[in-house]
């Protein structure tokens, strides 16, 4: 958005925090932020509000806006199927139509009234499933026939902190099962020092890149290890057989198996209804379980195989009818500034 000219009012690392203990410090200053937001748009009178995620945010801000006549208009529906169902009672109160990502998404928000559109997932038009593996390799030294493992730990300063250690462990213990293994980690301006402090002491140096890069690395390597999260979808879509990862602090995770009412972390699991791709979450985040789900999927290709099939089921549930998810979105938001 930023390169399509969006100034924004402040940094979006600011909100990137997740987790009971990690936003309580920091209430204060998104008040702040939510109290000025809603004050920049009511002094712009826009013709219309599209909130993007964020819930927490946006929909505060929404809620400052209530009869200031600009249209809302919410891009991603809260995962009221997941935990809190009823969220969607209070979204129908603040926003004038929703976007979802999901196909089985629209009945819980019509059924208390707000109009939604089903649009599809923007990771199919991402281009995650169109890196050049062979020119990533050839580009950063990496032999053709070498094993590649590629590493994510998340895009919040928080996920980074505690799974750069767990994810270092691992690769320790893969280093010495897996002759000749390299590294990529793929990684934000955002959090992007915090990540190069914490590979320091990893055993094998991974090969650091931007954005710009991720999807060569994803065509370049053989399995990843990820956080949990949006990630799990354009690894879905690379075809990459994956480890999913999550660790928490204790208070955030019990508080979390008592809100939750998914069977899984992962997106892909959730739309194939089995675990397609490994699991391993807060206690059960360790460097051994991860390094034995990646080896097997390094060195079992019926594994790797079965894996990337669950993936494109799930894929292919996004975009039914081919029609690119931005330009549902862009429709679904000109209607409603029309029918203003």
Not at 176 to 201: C, F, K, N, W, Y
Request: glycine residues 8%.
């Amino acid at each position: 958005m930023t390169a399509q000219g969006l100034d924004s009012l402040v940094p979006l690392s600011e909100l990137s925090v997740m987790g009971l203990a990690e936003v309580v410090p920091r209430i204060p200053r998104i008040l702040s932020l939510i109290r000025r937001t809603a004050a920049d748009i009511r002094a712009r009178q826009p013709d219309v509000v599209v909130t993007i995620d964020a819930p927490d945010f946006c929909l505060r801000v929404a809620k400052k806006l209530r009869g200031a006549g600009i249209p809302i208009v919410h891009f991603v529906a809260p995962t009221v199927w997941a935990w809190k169902p009823g969220r969607a009672k209070k979204i129908a109160r603040l926003a004038d139509h929703l976007l979802v990502l999901y196909p089985f998404e629209p009945p819980y928000f019509e059924r208390e009234g707000l109009s939604c559109t089903f649009v599809g997932h923007p990771v199919v038009e991402s281009g995650a499933n169109s890196g050049n593996g062979p020119g990533f390799r050839q580009a950063h030294g990496i032999a053709p026939e070498a094993p590649v493992i590629c590493v994510l730990p998340g895009s919040r300063g928080t996920e980074v902190a505690r799974h750069m250690p767990i994810f270092g462990q691992a690769i320790e213990r893969l280093a010495g099962h897996i002759p000749g293994l390299r590294v990529i980690l793929p990684t934000l301006e955002s959090v992007g020092d915090m990540v190069s402090a914490g590979a320091r002491g990893w055993p094998l140096q991974p090969i650091i890149v931007d954005g710009s890069e991720k999807y060569g690395a994803f065509a370049a390597a053989h399995v990843a290890i990820a956080a949990s999260g949006s990630v799990a979808l354009e690894l879905a879509a690379a075809r990459l057989p994956t480890v999913t990862a999550y660790k928490t602090n204790p208070i955030t995770a019990w508080l979390t198996r008592r809100m939750v009412r998914i069977r899984f972390a992962n997106l892909v699991n959730l739309m194939n209804d089995r675990e397609v791709v490994p699991e391993f979450v807060f206690e059960a985040c360790t460097p051994g379980n991860l390094a034995s789900a990646a080896e097997r999927l390094l060195t079992d290709p019926n594994a790797a195989r079965d894996q990337v099939k669950g993936m494109q089921n799930a894929i292919s549930r996004l975009n039914p009818d081919g029609d690119p998810p931005s330009r549902r979105a862009g429709r679904a938001v000109l209607d409603v500034i029309a029918g203003k």
